[in-house]
């Protein structure tokens, strides 16, 4: 198996532990006193969570599977743009790593041709003038025969689009290390300034969208960027409309 390795995993700055079984990376990270940046992975997550409480799916050595704990010095009401900044940066890390076709669906699922290859999680809890946040990304490393039916969508791996395919604790240093550095950018600067990298990697850049909102409404636009805090502008045959919380479902 494609062993985890705490010691070879290369973050500057960054303490880095590895679990072999845990429920879920995001939760332990949350639970503890955030004094400075700190990242756990996981060979296996029993209690895995995506956006909204949606299970991740990801058998023991087949993903990779980590949360980084940052200190930030920005107010949790700041951070709106935080998830988008986390997607940026694992983009351009397995892009980096050879991994061309992987683009953005908002807010922050990693897609390759349509099929899902990862997701993010990001949380956030106030922590004196400032806060803390948890960033959970989960990639899917290796193939998982019959999952794509299981979950009734598409679905990527690594080693479908990595010759030879990078072992795991690569993939995390890589990822890590340009989300560490994408985090830090967004304290100091805010979200302003990645604007611009997102658009380039969305996948449905000007394209027709359904987005299911959170209270189970569907809404259809054009695809037109983002606003300044990261929240979805679509184009409607009402006007622009920006939608902060919501789901894309279709795309056309």
Known sequence: MDRLDAGTIRLPGTEVRVLGRCTSTNTILLA?????????????????????????HSPAGTGVLFSLALPMRRQVRELGGLSIVAGLAAVR?????????????????????????GGILVETRARGAGSAAVVGIGVNHRTVQGLAARLRRGVAALDQLLRPLPP?????SAVGCELI????AFDATGFGPFLADWEALHAFAGQRLRVRLADGRVVAGLAEGLAADGALQLRTHRGLRTVRNGRVVSAA
Do not use: F, M, Y
């Open 32 to 56: 503890r006193d955030i004094e400075r940046p700190v990242l756990l992975a996981a060979d296996e997550q029993t209690a895995g969570r995506g956006r909204r409480g949606r299970r991740w």
């Open 93 to 117: 890390a397995l892009r980096a790593l050879g991994a061309s076709e992987v683009a953005l669906r908002w807010p922050n699922d990693l897609l390759v041709r349509g099929a899902k290859l």
């Open 168 to 172: 795991r604790n690569a993939v995390i």
């Open 181 to 184: 550095a994408a985090l830090h």
